[in-house]
């Protein structure tokens, strides 16, 4: 589903991402873990233009979607390409960038009406399942500044899934949240991992990694070290790195 | 720190009076956009007839001129407020300036004249000026002559506050002619006989007099003692001569129309 | 003291030119504000200079100076250049003076507004597959009116007031009315009741101004 070959990404002189290699396939849910600045959100980030590689490939789908070398394209990437790329896949941010003048049905119906071009009905019936797919159907006329953060992070998934998107990158979604709020959020996930969702996840909750990944990746400096069920990486980690990493969160 | 501020600030304080102190200078308030009677040429200097004739006013009274540049709106306003001794700044005497203020004996001959394109001879009278944009300097005996038949003939009075802006808003083709003051028509054309020409007789007479501050009857009698004097041994007519050309100063027809 | 009817209209008159003047500059102007503000903040090199080069310009020197330039510079030139004079009303060229000056002090008043919403409200909307565009209209821009309207309100009051320079090339506005007055009677309460219009005059739209900010913020 998602494959990426040869990745770099430097901002300046920072090299971020060093010769990432790395698969996803469908209805595979894979955890990204790794310390801070481990280049884990920017690997995200770069599947769906939001920063783009200096180097490598990127497959969505079997489609190449981005090939650069040196910081340029190599291959002419138009618009509307882009904008189809980002209706395959869905994205939850840390912060939730929900839209703030906008109720919470609104901020789920807006992008189906003027992307999808859906009329008003359509979407807002979509709209309102994906609410209660959430549990938050009760506060589809609620602006965001009245909802919890985890009503608030709720919501933000359920924009992304009224995009019908093939994939969904979670970047981070509970680091910003108080920790009793954290359940909630993570119990939406386990349900759309167990639907059959492909989903790629940054994370720093390891008991979700533990429960719900089919893969883990860890990431430390910009690359990849080591990869592998759940199983090995938090019972049996291969690499010194892990292991210390590990022994760091406690997990 | 504080105590130095104090100081700084009762000194600056202190100067701004001395600064606008009168001393034994006469001051005199001019609107410095009226060429040739009071205006600033291209070197910067404060040059014309009211210009030259104060100055010779002030030699023969023996004390200092000094000149306070103000706009025409407002500048009877400051004589009555006596934030100066006089105005010299073609003020010309009308009826209804008198109960106002005090006038020397009138020192030039004017009148109300309309000043056209040379290419336009159709305009000779008040008349003619049907359908016409006119010019006049805002609140002058032009603008009031103006006012008094607009209606009836049928034109738009563009007022300025400046002369020199009207002056150039004609050239530019805002408007189609202007009314003033006879010097004023006689000094453009002289200057620029492209775009400027005398169309009319003069249609007022309203001769042109120094302004006094109402009830300062002594320096009315000191003024008109120095007027006299210049007029007298020439200095009057040789200034006319300079600025227009022509000596207006003398036998000035004093009937106001 | 009392007014005659005569003095009332006189009044009247020039209050209605001086609402005239800030209605249409205000109104063109946050059009024209708004386009260049977007030139602003545009990818395209060439728009982002040329926009730059006009708000210099126009922001860098005085109203009263841009009046003068479009009543009597513009036709002097386009006389000797073209030897025919363009040739426009004194509300025209009032008014074009205004809008220029407005749409440039507009534009830098929307782009420090736009520039101000979170980076990650663009993120999201293209993350859901929207264009630049669409973000921008229905995404960035919806949300800075919230955060324009106080320096909206400001320019709007101080164009208002600046109003009164048209007075320079004969426009008849409200404080040429007491400009009148005062000056053929050497009376000067004249000037304090101008003062007193304007006041009012602003105070309202101080008000007007603030009730739109609480509408606004109703989602905050």
């Not at chain 3, 024209?32 to 708000?55: C, D, H, M, N, Q």
Request: glycine content about 6%; some cysteine; hydrophobic content about 45%.
């Amino acid at each position: 589903m998602i494959k990426g070959e040869h990745i770099d990404k430097f901002f300046g002189d920072l090299q971020v991402l060093n010769d990432i290699n790395f698969e996803i396939k469908p209805s595979e849910v894979v955890c990204v873990i790794g310390p801070s600045g481990s280049g884990k959100s920017t690997l995200l980030r770069c599947l769906n233009h939001l920063e783009r590689i200096t180097s490598g490939k990127i497959y969505i789908d079997g489609e190449l979607v981005d090939y650069r070398g040196n910081d340029k394209d190599l291959m002419k990437i138009e618009q509307h390409k882009v904008t189809e790329l980002c209706m395959e896949l869905g994205m939850v941010f840390q912060r939730f960038n929900l839209f703030p003048h906008k109720t919470a049905l609104g901020n789920v119906t807006l992008s189906p009406m003027i992307v999808r071009g859906q009329n008003k009905e359509e979407a807002e019936e979509n709209g309102r399942k994906m609410l209660e797919k959430v549990g938050l159907s009760d506060k589809a006329d609620e602006y965001p500044s009245r909802l919890s953060g985890g009503q608030q992070q709720r919501v933000a998934i359920a924009r992304a899934l009224a995009m019908e998107p093939k994939i969904m990158l979670f970047d981070e979604p509970t680091s910003a949240l108080d920790p009793e709020l954290v359940g909630e959020v993570l119990e939406v996930m386990k349900k759309l991992a167990l639907s059959g969702m492909t989903m790629m996840v940054v994370t720093h909750e390891m008991s979700f990694a533990k429960e719900v990944a089919d893969r883990v990746i860890f990431m430390d400096e910009g690359i990849i070290v080591e990869e592998g069920p759940p199983s090995q990486i938090f019972g049996n980690p291969k690499k010194d790195r892990t292991k210390a990493f590990l022994a760091r969160t406690n997990a | 720190m504080k105590k130095i501020i104090v100081v700084v600030l009762v000194l600056a304080f202190a100067l701004s009076f001395v600064a606008c102190g009168k001393g034994d200078a006469l001051t005199v308030a001019i609107d410095d956009t009226y060429p040739p009677m009071e205006y600033v040429n291209e070197d910067g200097e404060l040059v014309g007839f009211d210009i030259d004739m104060a100055k010779a006013l002030g030699e023969e009274m023996g004390v200092e001129i000094e000149f306070i540049s103000t706009g025409w709106d407002g500048i009877f306003a400051g004589l009555a407020a006596d934030q100066y001794d006089c105005i010299i700044s073609s003020v010309s005497i009308t009826k209804d300036r008198m109960p106002n203020m005090d006038f020397t004996n009138p020192y030039l001959a004017n009148g109300q004249v309309i000043m056209v394109n040379p290419a336009d001879s159709s305009i000779a009278t008040m008349a003619d000026l049907t359908g016409k944009q006119v010019g006049v300097q805002f609140e002058t005996t032009a603008d009031y002559a103006a006012q008094k038949v607009y209606e009836e003939v049928g034109f738009e009075i563009v007022a300025f506050d400046d002369m020199t802006v009207c002056l150039t808003a004609m050239k530019a083709g805002q408007i189609d002619c202007i009314v003033a003051d006879m010097a004023v028509a006689i000094d453009a054309v002289m200057k620029d006989s492209d775009a400027f020409m005398v169309s009319s007789v003069a249609l007022t007479n309203e001769p042109i007099a120094i302004a006094v501050n109402k009830g300062n009857t002594k320096l009315v009698d000191d003024l008109n003692k120095a007027l006299a004097a210049i007029s007298d041994n020439g200095t009057l007519s040789e200034i006319s001569i300079k600025h227009l050309s022509a000596d207006y100063t003398q036998n000035i027809d004093t009937e106001l129309r | 003291m009392s007014l005659n009817i005569n003095q009332v209209l006189l009044f009247a008159k020039g209050t209605l030119t001086t609402l005239e003047l800030t209605f249409v500059s205000m109104l063109i102007g946050t059009f024209f504000g708004l386009i260049i503000a977007l030139g602003r903040i545009s990818k395209s090199k060439i728009l982002e200079k040329t926009t730059w080069v006009y708000v210099w310009v126009f922001r860098g020197t005085p109203l009263l100076l841009q009046i003068m330039i479009v009543y009597l510079a513009i036709p002097l030139m386009t006389k000797e250049i073209f030897g025919d004079a363009v040739k426009m009303s004194r509300f025209a060229a009032a008014s074009i003076a205004l809008v220029l000056n407005t749409a440039a002090y507009l534009a830098e008043i929307f782009r420090a507004g736009i520039l101000s919403i979170d980076k990650g409200q663009t993120e999201a909307a293209k993350a859901l597959g929207m264009t630049r565009r669409q973000t921008m209209v229905k995404v960035i821009i919806p949300q800075t009116y919230r955060r324009v309207i106080p320096p909206y309100a400001n320019e709007f009051i101080m164009i208002l007031k600046d109003t009164s320079l048209v007075s320079a090339i004969g426009l008849a506005e409200l404080y040429r009315a007491s400009e009148k007055l005062s000056s053929s009677t050497a009376d000067w309460r004249y000037l304090f009741i101008a003062a007193a219009i304007y006041l009012l005059l602003t105070s309202v739209a101080t008000q007007v101004f603030a009730y739109f900010e609480k509408k606004f913020s109703v989602y905050i």
